[in-house]
Structure formats: C-alpha cells, structure tokens
C-alpha cells in the first residue's frame, strides 16, 4: 500500500474505456481525499507513532471528531481457538491520516504501554467522536 500511494500520485478519476458489450463510456467517481502524500503517514516506527499521539492530544480539552477504520488478517479456521487480530489501523484527523501496521509495529516495542495511551484516547475520552462504518 505505501509504495502505491507514493506511485500513484495526482490521480484523478478516470473515463473507462467501453467494453465489447456497451457503447457508452462510463466514468468512474470516487473521493478523493484532499490530502497530500507527505499527509498520509505510515506507522512503522516510534516518530511516527509519537506523531501520532501529538496530533491526537494537540487539542486536548476540545471536541475533536476521527475517522476510524480496521483491517483484519483473514482467519480460514473457524474455531474458538482462533483470534482474528486487526493487522491495519486507520486513523485520520482533519489534516493527516495515519495508517498502523499493529502486525508489524508493535512487535518491535513494548506493546501494553504503547498501547495504553491510544486506547485511553480513541476509546475512553468523551472529547473525542469516531466516525466510523460497520458492514456487518
């Protein structure tokens, strides 16, 4: 995902072109954020992580609103054993997003304590909205 953001830069929504069965060209529309690449932070060391924890305890005491999202490694065996642990963590503030690896990054650092503080935000903290979708 990081290289094709980096790679994939000023995209703008394009015409398709007709397929053998249609004679009308078709447009795809979509949102594009507006944000730039350097805006998009990939979570895989501790500066970005305490880039993080900065933006999100910049404005303390005010209400702030955060666009919540998590991606899960999928989990083919289907017993209570099995954990579905969330690999990517998306987080976006008005004016930057941030992606976490949790698979990758928190096994280089004490996790629990890293951890805390963010959970303690997202979760506990009656300042903070999480926008957020569930397609279940």
Known sequence: V?????????????????????????????YKIPLETHEIIFVDSM???ERLLDGLFKNNNEEILIGFDCEWKPVFNNTSTS???????????????????L?????????????????????????VTLLCKNTN
């Open 2 to 30: 990081q290289q094709y953001i980096h790679n994939k830069q000023n995209s703008e929504p394009k015409a398709s072109t007709p397929n053998q069965t249609t004679t009308e060209t078709s447009t795809v529309d979509h």
């Open 47 to 49: 500066s970005n992580y």
């Open 83 to 101: 954990k579905q642990r969330i690999s990517v963590m998306q987080i976006a503030l008005s004016n930057e997003v941030y992606l976490l690896d």
């Open 103 to 127: 698979l990758n990054f928190f096994h280089t650092c004490d996790p629990e304590t890293i951890q805390q503080r963010l959970a303690n935000r997202l979760f506990d903290d009656d300042h």
